[in-house]
């Protein structure tokens, strides 16, 4: 990427890993909370990674950065996680230059959300692009592609139907419970944790199971109560918890914190108890199997259910592609024009320094110099001349590198482009 004069390092990387080969088990080891995404940047700045994007979600981890080697940011991942770098190599992703550009295009654009369509991943892109930015890590580079693979993303929803019907980990979740859980309306349903799946999860349980025995339980009660006013649910305090789980035919677990919230020790009943836990890290402790009484989902096997809305939007991933490929098309055609900026800036600092010293002749020579109309008149000459050889560089039928080395020697500016 150093001949596009992006970058000081030669290679765009895009390193992790995700659903595919990573198990939920993996991916807690590897996630990142808001803490160690800030100490994960200010390594990088301390290790002069000039740009950088990092996200994390249930459904992956992934680092988008310049650097010479791609371990640079591996290490940056294994430092601030408990992953390690032999358990990443097991089941991790790197990808170089263009092929992580058409990566971050395909994640921002639902084509590789663990559930075809789901486009919550690019509010996350954005807000790590906005947090990298904070911390002086977001280049014009890294700041195009993002808003490149925004711009694709909307595309594809208002363009496309790859994300219409209701299909998601939360809807996934609802849908699981009907299919397992006789007579729904009438069972106590526990939710505990409000972050957005919480939220997203309580909305479609309100919406299809019209089940007025809904309760919230958040570390932060107010946020809870927020989401409970809009629904018209019962808040309960967070030490109640234990009473609340024993009162409860269904608990659902969405507290995305770093280690377990609910294990066997808390469940204090035997009456049938259908645990499912949206978390990564997993926040349901596996020894609550242990207990006859209790049923434990992950949201692993809640994103394999498949149903006829999925079959449906597989039908338009070939047009969610083109749009793909002509936003993608726009940005390497945005990032081929850098080869020859600062040639082009250094060539209108020459011709600048032309048209200057010939009006200063002008100006001696002349005792009715109009200098407003003049500089008027060679600024637009220089414009025009800089404008045409750009257009003749962006042409695919010339060579770039051949047409720029060219313009160098008949202008000059060797000395001047190293200083541009």
């Not at 990443?88 to 084509?111: C, P, T, W």
């Not at 909307?154 to 006789?182: L, P």
């Not at 999860?201 to 919406?207: A, I, P, Q, W, Y």
């Not at 394999?304 to 793909?324: F, G, M, N, S, V």
Request: glycine share 4%; with cysteine; hydrophobic share 35%.
């Amino acid at each position: 990427m150093h001949k596009y004069n992006i970058s000081k390092s030669n290679y765009f990387y895009a390193i992790g890993l995700s659903y595919k080969k990573a198990d939920a088990d993996i991916r807690g080891r590897f996630s990142l909370d808001d803490d160690a995404k800030n100490a994960l940047l200010n390594q990088a700045k301390e290790n002069d990674i000039e740009s950088l994007v990092v996200t994390s979600t249930c459904n992956r981890t992934e680092i988008y950065g310049f650097a010479q080697h791609p371990f640079q940011l591996i290490k940056l991942l294994c430092d601030n996680t408990k992953g390690t770098v032999e358990e990443f190599q097991d089941v991790a992703f790197v990808y170089k230059n263009k092929e992580a550009i058409a990566h971050m295009f395909r994640v921002g654009s639902g084509l590789d959300s663990q559930i075809l369509g789901d486009f919550e991943i690019i509010s996350q892109l954005k807000t790590s692009a906005k947090l990298s930015r904070k911390h002086g890590l977001l280049n014009p580079f890294m700041e195009r592609l993002v808003n490149a693979v925004i711009q694709a993303s909307k595309r594809i929803k208002n363009e496309t139907e790859i994300s219409s019907g209701a299909t998601s980990v939360s809807f996934a979740s609802v849908q699981y419970i009907f299919k397992n859980i006789e007579d729904v309306s009438n069972k106590n349903i526990l939710l505990f944790g409000t972050g957005k799946i919480g939220r997203n999860t309580c909305e479609n349980l309100v919406k299809h199971t019209k089940n007025e025995h809904i309760t919230l339980i958040n570390r932060t009660k107010n946020k809870a109560e927020q989401i409970a006013g809009k629904f018209n649910l019962v808040v309960k305090d967070y030490a109640n918890l234990q009473e609340e789980i024993s009162n409860s035919n269904i608990l659902i677990v969405a507290t995305g914190a770093q280690r377990p919230t609910i294990d066997k020790h808390i469940i204090q009943t035997d009456k049938p108890l259908l645990i499912l836990d949206l978390s990564i890290p997993k926040n349901v402790d596996q020894n609550v199997e242990e207990l006859d009484n209790v049923s434990l989902v992950h949201l692993d096997h809640l994103s394999q259910i498949t149903d006829e809305t999925l079959e449906r939007r597989k039908q338009h991933i070939p047009l969610a592609e083109q749009i793909i490929e002509e936003v993608n098309a726009e940005f390497i055609s945005w990032l081929e024009t850098r080869k020859f900026a600062p040639t082009i800036k250094a060539l209108k600092h020459k011709l600048t320094d032309f048209a200057t010293a010939e009006l200063d002749t002008q100006r001696k020579k002349l005792s009715d110099f109009n200098e407003a109309q003049a500089s008027l008149i060679s600024n637009n000459i220089i414009q025009k001349i800089t404008n045409h050889f750009a257009h003749h560089l962006k042409d695919d039928n010339v060579s770039t590198d051949d047409s720029l080395e060219l313009i160098k020697q008949v202008f000059q500016l060797e000395s001047s482009t190293k200083n541009v």
